[in-house]
């Protein structure tokens, strides 16, 4: 239930803090990861798919992986949920989206700003150098780098590898310094994304998340809103700030 404690909390925070996963992007049809049914780790195995050993034992294999992720999204709109969520930032002094996700729908959405702690699957660079690259001979699975002849390879976070540094320690500092954080559709099973509402927390933040299932942060949350993001999220704006996501 939305209380007057957390309209409060909401109406009069200088900082917000919002963490995002795969399911705020569910409702625009583009798969999660751990969903029992339909998350893409029920269907595929991450260690052949999304870690840097697959990439240099199979490339094409990953290459086409992503291509195929890359072709979905381009049928996907942001969805309610992303909406909502662009539209409740612009009532709060310093607000700092933070998402996991790799499909730039937030910033389709309108949201500014946002920290992209796993990268962006449109973009792509090579593996040896990280060159960014925007153009490539599509003949070749992977096509080769242009500047230095590696595989080129996307832009996005592997298992084993680093979190880019700088997106990392803007999101703790955001997490160590907000009055409230939302977590939203993510499962929390991936660290260190996963560690910023315990940060959070721990600096004294109320926290608040919306899913569609429990999670090991339900217990500690101030408020847990279960249900669908583009549904909760739409409801916060309206019942707090009375303001509704028009249609698409
Ligand atoms: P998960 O698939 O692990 O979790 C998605 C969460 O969203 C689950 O708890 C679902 O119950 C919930 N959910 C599903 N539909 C929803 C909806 N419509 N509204 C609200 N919640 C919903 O995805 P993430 O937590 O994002 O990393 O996964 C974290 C990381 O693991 C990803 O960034 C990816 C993956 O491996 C990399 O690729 C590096």
């Not at 700092?96 to 946002?114: F, R, Y």
């Not at 560690?195 to 600096?203: E, G």
Request: aromatic share 8%; charged share 20%; net charge negative.
């Amino acid at each position: 239930m939305v209380t007057p404690e957390l309209i409060d909390a909401l109406k009069n925070s200088r900082r917000v803090a919002a963490i995002t996963g795969a399911g705020i992007s569910a409702e625009s049809g583009i798969p999660t990861f751990r969903d029992a049914q339909t998350g893409l780790w029920a269907k595929y195995d991450p260690m052949q798919l999304a870690t840097p050993e697959a990439f240099l034992e199979n490339p094409e294999r990953v290459w086409n992986w992503y291509a195929w992720r890359r072709e979905l999204l381009a049928a996907c709109r942001p969805n309610k949920g992303h909406q909502a969520l662009s539209r409740i930032a612009r009532h709060i002094p310093e607000f700092q989206l933070i998402t996991q996700n790799v499909d730039g729908l937030h910033q389709a959405a309108g949201s500014q700003d946002v920290i992209e702690l796993h990268g962006n699957i449109q973009r792509t660079k090579c593996f040896d150098h990280g060159h960014t690259v925007e153009q490539w001979d599509a003949q070749q699975a992977p096509p080769p780098c242009p500047y230095c002849g590696s595989l080129l390879r996307p832009d996005v976070v592997w298992f084993g590898e680093m979190l880019p540094v700088q997106a990392l320690q803007q999101a703790e500092q955001a997490a160590a310094r907000c009055e409230v954080f939302l977590s939203i559709g993510t499962s929390g099973q991936v660290y260190p994304a996963a560690d910023l509402a315990y940060q959070a927390l721990a600096s004294g933040a109320m926290v608040v998340e919306i899913n569609a299932e429990p999670t090991p942060l339900t217990a500690r949350a101030h408020y847990a809103f279960t249900g669908k993001a583009g549904d909760q999220l739409p409801r916060l704006l309206a019942e707090i700030w009375q303001e509704s996501v028009p249609d698409a």
